[in-house]
């Protein structure tokens, strides 16, 4: 088969569990053709992953240049007011019942973009009268006042969403978005264009990730139709899709929640391979609290920070490991924080490595303090390794781990506490840390359970039955 892979900042331009996810797939399926159609920032970033010879890539940038062509007039014009002033008035209402008239506005902008210049209509002065026309028939939160400025904000932000659906759609047998919100319009477009059948695959809750860090900068007014945008295109993306395969069963709440069709779920869990994960071995000599990830706020550094202080407090022998690179000012604001707690040379930040089995060696115990997740590799290499861990519940976190730090079982292969909470983390190290015998024992639990349910053949074999499912819908 032919498959077009649609991502966003990930494969194959950016390291991370997503990435791997994509990496491990394409690479299992050898017998099948992989487009991947990348959207990134400017186009111009380089790869990060060398492709087998069955996988090509091309880049839709978000940002940068906007496409050629010219604002339309005359009959075209007005078609593309009637559609436009639509998707405002549906964005604003926040009707939980817009669904289907939003995909139908959708469509019809995509129709439009077949042969006139969607970015360059959306660039153009109307749109920016039509929404602060469209603001000025609401009722606004008390103190919200849209300005022309917050207007040309957000108008800009919905152009650079829009350009993936009106990129050249190529034929397919079947189109896999590995995320939903913008990664969805090619897959629409193809639907639209071919009937080629759709596959949605989520590791975190995209919309969720989105309404806990967008909008930094941005007034109420921009945040709030961005954010109405994109649950609505969220919420098509469900319902267009032939079927979602979320990485965990907590995504599958969100999903119905959103407008999914429970009976058109089927989870898929993450895999890793035995072969590159076998057990680390002896605890390093001194006690050692390990983390590996991409530096960056969702990955919630501060929380573990904070725990960690108080681990230090009462172990100062301990250390504390991070391993991975990404965003560099968050980086900096987290040894900061570490310096005003006290703690600055107990915890050090070792950047990417060669081998991320490396960071699971070095560690006694291994912690990840995200404030959002989907299956997270870090705790299933971790497993893999036969490594005892401390987790957020988050995700499928508790799927993998089974643990309560407060009463831990012989089916327990870490402790999970609650998000943002330093304190229960800093409880749960200190369990572990102080019990040898609770860490080789959940150690061998995790490694037995990784290597029964979380392995890259299984995941790899699911979606082989998948698309070949999939690829008798096409209509």
Known sequence: ?????????????????????????????????????????????????????????????????????????????????????????????????????????????????????????????????????????????????????????AIALLEHAFRPLSWPVARADLTHAVSNGVTVLPALAAKWAYGTPFCLTEHGIYLRERYLSYGKGYTWPVKALILGFLRLLCAAGYQAADLITPGNRYNQRWEVRCGATA????????????????????????L?????????????????????????????????????????????KCEGLARDLGVGGHVVFEGRVEEIRDAYVAGTVVM??????????????????????????????????????????????????????????AMAALILLRDEDLRRHMGMVARRKALEFFTVDQAVGSFREIYQELSGKKV
Not at 267 to 274: E, H, S
Not at 370 to 397: K, Q
């Open 263 to 286: 009976d058109l779920i089927r989870t898929v869990y993450n895999g890793v391979d035995p072969a590159e994960f076998p057990e680390a071995g002896p605890e390093p000599e001194r």
């Open 368 to 425: 990840l303090s995200s404030i959002s997740e989907g299956f997270p590799y870090t705790l299933i290499e971790a497993m893999a390794c036969g490594r005892p861990s401390v987790a957020t519940d988050v995700g499928g976190v508790t799927e993998a781990v089974a643990a309560n730090p407060n009463s831990p079982d012989d089916g327990d292969c870490g402790l999970v506490v609650p998000p943002r909470d330093p304190e229960a983390m």
């Open 1 to 153: 088969m032919n498959i077009t892979l649609v991502t966003e900042g990930t494969y194959p331009h950016a390291y991370g569990g997503v990435s791997v996810w994509c990496d491990q797939l394409v690479r299992g399926m050898p017998e099948h053709t992989f487009q991947v159609v990348a959207l990134t920032g400017t186009g111009a970033e380089p790869l990060a992953w060398e492709m087998p010879g069955h996988v090509t890539a091309e880049s839709v940038p978000l940002w940068g240049a906007r496409p050629a062509g010219g604002p339309p007039s005359g009959r075209a014009a007005r078609r593309f007011e009637r559609a436009f002033t639509s998707l405002l008035e549906l964005i604003l209402s926040g009707s939980p019942t817009a669904g289907a008239q939003f995909h139908a506005v959708l469509r019809d902008l995509y129709e439009f973009g077949r042969t006139d210049s969607l970015s360059a209509a959306m660039s153009s002065e109307g749109p920016v009268e039509w929404l602060l026309e469209a603001w000025g028939r609401r009722t606004l939160p008390e103190g919200v006042h849209p300005t022309v400025y917050d207007a040309l904000t």
């Open 288 to 332: 050692t609290l390990s983390w590996a990830g991409r530096v960056d706020p969702i990955k919630d550094l501060e929380t573990l920070i904070r725990s960690f202080a108080l681990v230090h407090q009462e172990m100062p022998e301990v250390l504390l490991r991070l391993f991975g690179g990404g965003n560099k000012e968050y980086r900096e």
